[in-house]
């Protein structure tokens, strides 16, 4: 019996001591990723368009084009010195991160662009932050006859932008 209770015994301490030496054998594993985040920039650049166009005058037009990302603006005939017509624009931001407005700048490739006409942004939106979702307030731009014209009739092409930064929501 005594043999019987030392083999008894002995199986109990060995399965003791398999269990603590698997226990010290065991093993945590981890798992460790990398998830790449990019910015939509493209869907920024898409999404933040020009909501509206107008002009106060009835013989001058605006039109939005390219998929709200220009606006296509023709004056009256500017005629004496001080003709003027205004653009009031607003603009829209349906993307997915707030946009930073800077502000609008005007430029043309013709020479006598200067000498006839001043295109002065009032660049109201400037600095402003449009949330996304949202249309920001109006702004505008005044085209004005500086200096008479005299030869025959002259189309000055002109091109306004206007920088959006994203920022995240």
Known sequence: M?????????????????????????TTLYINGTARIVPDTEGFASEVIFATADVDNESASAEIADAGKSITFTTQDLKNIDD???????????????ASLGEL??????????????????????????????????????????RSYVGGEKEISFTCTIDATAQEA
Not at 122 to 140: F, I, M, V, Y
């Open 2 to 26: 005594k043999n019987k209770r030392k083999n008894q015994i002995g199986i109990i301490v060995a399965i003791l001591l398999l269990a603590v030496g698997f226990a010290a054998v065991t």
């Open 84 to 98: 003027q017509v205004v653009l009031t624009y607003s603009i829209k931001n349906d993307s997915d991160y707030n």
């Open 105 to 146: 700048t005007c430029t043309s490739e013709d020479p006598d662009y200067a000498t006839y006409l001043t295109v002065t942004p009032a660049n109201g939106l400037s600095g402003t932050t449009l949330n996304k979702g949202a249309t920001s307030d109006t702004d505008t731009v005044t085209v004005k006859m500086i």
